[in-house]
């Protein structure tokens, strides 16, 4: 057996918003490392070049596409280029993502509009462009990047829970819909991962107690790689001294 066919994600190839930093390069990273072909999304053109820097360098393939997701029209180039590169698109991970917290009642409604773009809209958005592809496929995977913010009452994160809260109920009733075009969809929530969302947040818990994006990745490489005739719907993955 060739070293290409050990691996979980040979032949595939892969999609992954947010990839620039954060549990986006890690899932890239690791999707790469188990044969996939990698599209890598995300607005900064110099953290994705580093990212298919990184790939290339250890055999693996990137295609690096700047593309801001809270655009529909780039979004739509962003899936026709991948396609038309790479031939097929089997599995997309939507792990770009923001977070700012405070208490509602010092809040403006404006100050919610970049979460509820990025966080969920665009989430919507980037579901809706692949399946024509996967549908056509028969064949498909999508992985959306959830929170327990969305379960669980954390003091100050009411709109961004919110914002996780619709990825899950969207994530649910899209895998339902798909169940039985060949199109298999997952909720990865996470609990706090260190990743540089917390650099720009005042009296964040502390980091060395959080998941690392390698541990995210190593979740999303699991639900990917699983035979075409299951499914893992929702997987939580915690820090193990709580959620922090």
């Not at 360098?57 to 295609?63: E, I, K, N």
């Not at 947040?201 to 541990?215: H, N, S, T, V």
């Not at 639900?223 to 001294?241: I, K």
Request: glycine residues 10%.
């Amino acid at each position: 057996m060739s070293r290409e066919m050990g691996r979980a994600l040979a032949g595939q190839v892969a999609l992954v918003t947010g990839a620039g930093r954060g549990i986006g390069r890690a899932v890239a990273l690791a999707f790469a490392a188990e044969g996939a072909a990698v599209v890598l999304a995300a607005r900064s053109r110099q953290h994705l070049a580093g990212v298919a820097a990184h790939i290339r360098a250890r055999g693996g393939r990137a295609l690096a596409i700047p593309t801001d997701v809270t655009q529909d029209a780039a979004v739509e180039a962003l899936v026709e280029e991948a396609v038309a590169e790479l031939g097929r698109l089997d599995v997309l991970v939507t792990a770009a993502g923001t977070a700012s917290f405070g208490p509602v009642a010092g809040a403006k409604p404006a100050d919610w509009d970049a979460m509820l773009a990025l966080n969920l809209r665009a989430v919507l958005v980037c579901c809706r462009a692949v399946l024509p592809v996967m549908l056509r496929q028969r064949r498909g995977t999508i992985l959306n990047v959830g929170s327990v913010a969305a379960e669980r009452p954390i003091a100050g994160a009411a709109a961004y829970a919110a914002t996780k809260a619709g990825v899950a109920a969207w994530s649910r009733v899209l895998a339902e819909e798909l169940r039985g075009e060949g199109v298999r969809v997952g909720l990865l929530v996470a609990g706090a991962v260190d990743t540089p969302l917390w650099d720009a947040i005042p009296g964040a818990p502390d980091r060395a107690r959080m998941l690392r994006p390698e541990d995210v990745a190593r979740a999303a490489v699991l639900m990917a790689a699983l035979p075409p005739g299951a499914s893992l719907e929702a997987l939580t993955l915690l820090p193990a001294g709580g959620i922090l």
